[in-house]
C-alpha cells in the first residue's frame, strides 16, 4: 500500500473562499453538502460514541464504578497494558531502525522492503492470529517441542504480543519514513564529517528533528494495541482472569448479557480513542508551528 | 556516507522475516500439505463461498457508501469554512483509534429495533442488526478514514486557477465540478475505494457483534477461519486463510497500481 495518507496531519491551510459566484456554488448547495457531510458523520461517529457513555452509565455511576472495578475487568486491564509496554518498545526500535536504512541509505529493493514492511496492515486480524497458531499451537510446527520444554506461547501473554506485534508492525516506521526523509542528509553527514559518532549523530541531530512523528507512530501504535481484537481473539483462549485484554472483556460480557457492565469497559476503551486523538491533534499543532518538515509528522498507514 | 546502513538494514530484515515473512511463509507451507482436492473442497465449499460473498459486497457495499458521502465529507472539509469544522476533521481519524470490538457493540445497540437508529428503520420493516445491513453499516464505519484522508489531500492541492479559467471559459459551477474537478479527484477517490474495501475485507471484531453470523446468511470469511480453527481443524482454517489472504493482496496490488498513476498524473 504505497501512498495510505489516512491519518495525515492536513495543512492549516484556511479554506479559500471565493468571491463570485462563479467560482462557487449557491449558498444553498454549499448548507445542504454541509448538512449531508457533516450528518454523516455524526450518524457514523459520533451517534455511537455518544450511544456507549449513555449505557454505561444506565444503571447510574456507582453500578458504572463497580463494572470497572470488577477483579476479572481490573486483570483484563493489567494485560492489555502489559501487552503494550512489550509491543509498543518493539515496533518502535524497529521503525527507527527501519526508518533509518530505508531514508538513510540507497540499496536495490527497497521499494519492495517498504511494501513488505507495509504487509500486516493488508492481512486480517483473523489471519495474523492463525500463523502463530500453526507456528506454536498444539499441532503447530513446533509445537510438540514446546510442550516438551514446557514453554507455553499460545493462550499465554506471549502469542498475545506476538499477535498484536504483527497487526501494529508498521504503524512508528510508516509516521517516521516521511519525516526523515523530509529532512534529508545533509545535517547528519555533516555532523559525521565533524567527527559524531553514528549514535551521537541519532541523538543529536536526527531524534530532535524526527521526534513528532516518532510520537505520532508511537501513540497510534499504542491505541491499535490496546485495541486489538481479532488477532488476540484467536490466540489468546480468553481464560477469564488470566488471558483475556480488555476488548475480549467487552465481548466476554456481551455474550453474557451483562450489557451495561460491557458498556462500561468500552467506554475506558473510547478514552483511550479519545486521548489518542488529542495527542494526534497537539502533534500536528507542534509540527505546523515549529515548521518542521512540510508540517506533516504522519502521512502514515493504517 | 553515514554509518549504521549494516546495523540498521541487519536489524530490520531480522525482524521483518521473524514477525511477518516466516510466519505468513508457514501459512502457505501448511496449505500444501492439503492435496488440490481438498484444497478446493474446503476452500470452494457451499459455507465458504457464501462467506466469501457476503465479505466481499458487503465491502465493497460499504466502500461505495463512503465514496459518496466520504466524497462529500471531504469536500465539505477543504472547501467550506463553518463552525466545529477542526473537530469534525479531528474526528475522521476516530474509526482508527476506536477498538473494533467497541464499534461492534455500539453499533449493535444503535441498530436494534429499540435503538436510536433502528427504530428509524424498524418503521420502514428494515432489520438492520443481526442482518447483512449491519454488516455493512459497521463496515462504513470501519473504512470511513481511508476514503476521507485519500481524497482530503487532492482536494487541497487541486489548483483554483483550473476552475476559474473553466468559468471564465463560460462554464457553469456545475459543468466545473463535472468536467473539471471530478475527473481530477478520479484517481485518488479510486485510490481510496480500494483502501476501504481493502480495509473491510479483513475486519472481523466489529462484525461479529452485528452480524448475528448465521452459517450461509450472515457469516463472513474470518469468522469461518475462527470457526475451524475452534474445532481444531488447521487445514481448514488455512485453507479459507489463503483465499482471503490472495484476496487482499490482489487489493494491495491494484492500490499500488492506482497511487502510482496517481502520482504520475497527480
Not at chain 1, 450528518?39 to 457514523?44: A, Q, S, T
Request: proline share 5%; net charge neutral.
Amino acid at each position: 500500500m504505497a501512498s495510505h495518507s489516512v491519518g495525515a496531519a492536513l495543512p492549516s491551510e484556511e479554506p479559500r473562499q471565493a468571491s463570485t459566484s462563479v467560482f462557487a456554488e449557491p449558498a444553498w448547495v454549499r448548507l445542504l453538502l454541509i448538512v449531508v457531510g457533516v450528518g454523516f458523520l455524526g450518524v457514523v461517529v459520533i451517534l455511537p460514541v455518544a450511544l456507549v457513555f449513555e449505557q454505561a452509565f444506565a444503571l447510574g455511576a456507582g453500578f458504572y464504578l463497580d463494572a470497572i472495578r470488577d477483579p476479572d475487568t481490573v486483570s483484563a486491564l493489567r494485560l492489555t497494558l502489559t501487552v503494550a509496554a512489550i509491543v509498543v518498545p518493539l515496533n518502535a526500535i524497529f521503525g527507527v531502525a527501519a526508518a533509518w536504512a530505508i531514508t538513510k541509505f540507497d540499496f536495490r529493493g527497497k521499494s519492495i522492503l517498504i511494501t513488505l514492511i507495509d504487509l500486516p496492515l493488508a492481512v486480517s486480524p483473523v489471519v495474523a492470529g492463525l500463523i502463530y497458531v500453526l507456528i506454536f499451537g498444539a499441532q503447530g510446527y513446533i509445537g510438540p517441542w514446546m510442550r516438551e520444554h514446557d514453554i507455553r506461547v499460545i493462550f499465554a501473554l506471549p502469542g498475545i504480543a506476538l499477535a498484536t506485534t504483527f497487526v501494529t508492525f508498521p504503524l512508528v516506521a510508516r509516521s517516521l519514513i516521511p519525516v526523515m526523509q523530509d529532512v534529508g542528509r545533509e545535517y547528519e553527514e555533516a555532523a559525521v564529517s565533524l567527527g559524531a559518532s553514528g549514535w551521537r549523530t541519532f541523538w543529536s541531530v536526527t531524534l530532535p528533528q524526527a521526534k513528532w512523528g516518532l510520537l505520532y507512530g508511537i501513540i497510534l501504535c499504542n491505541a491499535r494495541a490496546m485495541g486489538e481484537f481479532g488477532a488476540v481473539a484467536v490466540v489468546s483462549g480468553k481464560i477469564t482472569g488470566k488471558t483475556d485484554t480488555l476488548p475480549l472483556r467487552v465481548e466476554k460480557l456481551d455474550k453474557a448479557f451483562d450489557t451495561t457492565s460491557a458498556f462500561a469497559v468500552a467506554s475506558m476503551l473510547v478514552a483511550l480513542a479519545v486521548v489518542t486523538l488529542v495527542l494526534k491533534v497537539i502533534v500536528e499543532w507542534r509540527t505546523s508551528d515549529h515548521e518542521s518538515g512540510p508540517g506533516s509528522p504522519a502521512r502514515e498507514h493504517v | 556516507m553515514l554509518p549504521g546502513s549494516g546495523l540498521s538494514l541487519g536489524f530490520t530484515l531480522f525482524y521483518l522475516s521473524l514477525v511477518v515473512l516466516i510466519p505468513l511463509g508457514g501459512l502457505f507451507w501448511k496449505s500444501t500439505e492439503l492435496g488440490w482436492a481438498d484444497f478446493l473442497r474446503i476452500a470452494g465449499s457451499e459455507r465458504a463461498r457464501a462467506a466469501y460473498a457476503l465479505t466481499f459486497s458487503a465491502s465493497f457495499a460499504a466502500a461505495l457508501i463512503n465514496g459518496v458521502f466520504g466524497l462529500v465529507l471531504a469536500w465539505v472539509l477543504v472547501r467550506y469554512r463553518f463552525p466545529g469544522r477542526r473537530l469534525l476533521d479531528a474526528l475522521v481519524d476516530f474509526p482508527l483509534a476506536l477498538p473494533t470490538a467497541v464499534a461492534g457493540l455500539a453499533y449493535t445497540a444503535l441498530y436494534v429495533p429499540q435503538g436510536w437508529i433502528g427504530r428509524y428503520f424498524d418503521l420502514l420493516g428494515i432489520q438492520v442488526s443481526y442482518s447483512r445491513l449491519g454488516v455493512v453499516v459497521v463496515l462504513t464505519f470501519i473504512s470511513l478514514p481511508f476514503m476521507v484522508r485519500t481524497v482530503q489531500p487532492v482536494l487541497l492541492a487541486l489548483e483554483r486557477e483550473v476552475e476559474e479559467a473553466a468559468a471564465s471559459l463560460g462554464a457553469g459551477r456545475w459543468a466545473t465540478v463535472r468536467r473539471v474537478i471530478l475527473p481530477a479527484l478520479l484517481p485518488a477517490w479510486s485510490t481510496g475505494l480500494a483502501m476501504a474495501f481493502a480495509r473491510a475485507i479483513g475486519e472481523y471484531g466489529s462484525v461479529i457483534f452485528i452480524a448475528g453470523n448465521l452459517p450461509r446468511k450472515t457469516e463472513i470469511a474470518p469468522l469461518l477461519i475462527v470457526f475451524q480453527l475452534e474445532e481444531f481443524n488447521y487445514a481448514g482454517a488455512t485453507a479459507i486463510a489463503v483465499v482471503l489472504l490472495l484476496a487482499s493482496f490482489f487489493t494491495v496490488g491494484v492500490i499500488n497500481l492506482l497511487s502510482r498513476r496517481q502520482q504520475r498524473y497527480g
